[in-house]
């Protein structure tokens, strides 16, 4: 199974799909998806291939993510205002390391981890 997401006009994924391996040629998967998707839902539609593991564009690309042409990379939402982009992982990060024992949460108005 082949995952696929569809980019609205300013890159921000707004639906997902998976398409069976009976429908795409695995020596030329991404083209082969998305061909297969412009002949069910529509020639207009920009599709990408995301992938669970990360292999493909860095991270797995849910609902509201962008796409970034020039690193070809999925990136999540800006959790808070604070944290910035790991330009290795694609991944937003706080301006701290979260503590390792325990449950924490983040709170933007100190800037710190807080117990939970």
């Known amino acids: 199974m082949a995952h696929f997401v569809k980019l609205d006009k300013n890159n921000v994924v707004v639906a997902g799909v998976v ?22 839902y529509g020639n207009s539609d920009n599709w990408k291939q995301t992938s669970y593991n990360g292999n493909i564009r860095k991270n797995y690309a849910g609902i509201g993510y962008t796409y970034d042409e020039i690193t070809d990379a999925f990136i999540a939402p800006k959790p808070f205002d604070s944290w910035v982009l790991n330009e290795s992982t694609y991944q937003w990060q706080a301006p701290t390391a979260m503590p390792v024992k325990g449950k924490w949460y983040w709170d933007e108005s100190s ?3 807080l117990e939970a």
């Open 111 to 113: 800037l710190t981890w």
């Open 19 to 40: 398409v069976n391996n009976n429908a795409i040629d695995p020596a030329n998967e991404e083209i082969t998806g998305i061909e297969f998707l412009h002949k069910l």
